[in-house]
């Protein structure tokens, strides 16, 4: 499936540790800014591929992201998400699991198509490897979830049905399904504060966990993320599988 070169960029898989040495590089900018030696290394980028895209104009890493297959059972013990959320609903799915994490683009870059293209690949690899969910936690900057109430207010109409609905393992969370309105925000206001990242997962569908995680480690607040792809609207679902096409011709 990968390498291809689509328009001005090349998406392409890591394949050595100078590669990845680029990867922690560009997540330590987006990431942690004060990050030391490690960069933004942890023990899942051992369990995870890395997914890598380029400009062909001067090589330079625009943007990237990991990504782990799993099944239902082992998601609950093996899944970067498992940390902060109690993904035991999780193993009453069935099918293979895709969890998506440290997507980011390059924030001196600012090109629209690196997301798009992230995009892309991730429905390319939906359909390469048969996934029939996908998960990861989506983050907005900072830990105060004031500057973000309307957005909250967003997100209620967009929780998690039930039965595969995380539950909560952070000791410190901000649980904005039974937190109080902001009543003078406006739906353009809350969309304005929505992270792109998660705008995006939000059109194609996606749910969210009823709780936001505030995680002083990476100084964000995140939210669950889910999304079963039968449930992205028939448009979208067109163009993306289009373009997924595209990537695995």
Request: charged letters at 25%.
């Amino acid at each position: 499936m990968f390498p291809v070169r689509i328009g001005r960029h090349v998406l392409r898989w890591a394949t050595s540790p100078q590669d990845m040495a680029r990867v922690l590089q560009l997540r330590a900018l987006v990431f942690r800014q004060d990050a030391g030696p490690q960069g933004d290394r942890d023990r899942f980028d051992d369990l995870c591929r890395h997914l890598l895209i380029e400009s062909t104009q001067d090589g330079a890493l625009e943007g990237c992201l990991r990504l782990q297959v799993l099944s239902p059972a082992d998601a609950e013990h093996t899944a970067y998400c498992a940390q902060f959320y109690d993904l035991a609903p999780l193993c009453d799915m069935t099918g293979r699991m895709l969890e998506v994490g440290r997507l980011c683009t390059h924030p001196e870059r600012a090109d629209p198509e690196v997301l798009r293209l992230a995009f892309a690949a991730l429905s390319a690899v939906v359909l390469d490897e048969e996934i029939r969910f996908l998960f990861g936690a989506t983050s907005f900057a900072g830990t105060d979830p004031a500057p973000y109430l309307a957005s909250f207010d967003q997100l209620r109409g967009r929780i998690a049905p039930d039965r595969w609905r995380p539950r909560r393992r952070a000791p410190c969370v901000y649980p904005f399904a039974r937190a109080a309105s902001a009543a003078t925000a406006r739906r353009g206001a809350g969309m304005h504060r929505m992270p792109p990242l998660l705008r995006g997962y939000l059109g194609l569908g996606c749910r969210v966990s009823d709780h936001a995680v505030i995680d002083p480690d990476l100084g964000t607040l995140h939210v669950f993320t889910g999304l079963e792809p039968g449930s992205v609207p028939p448009g979208r679902a067109r163009l993306l599988r289009a373009a997924a096409q595209g990537l695995l011709q």
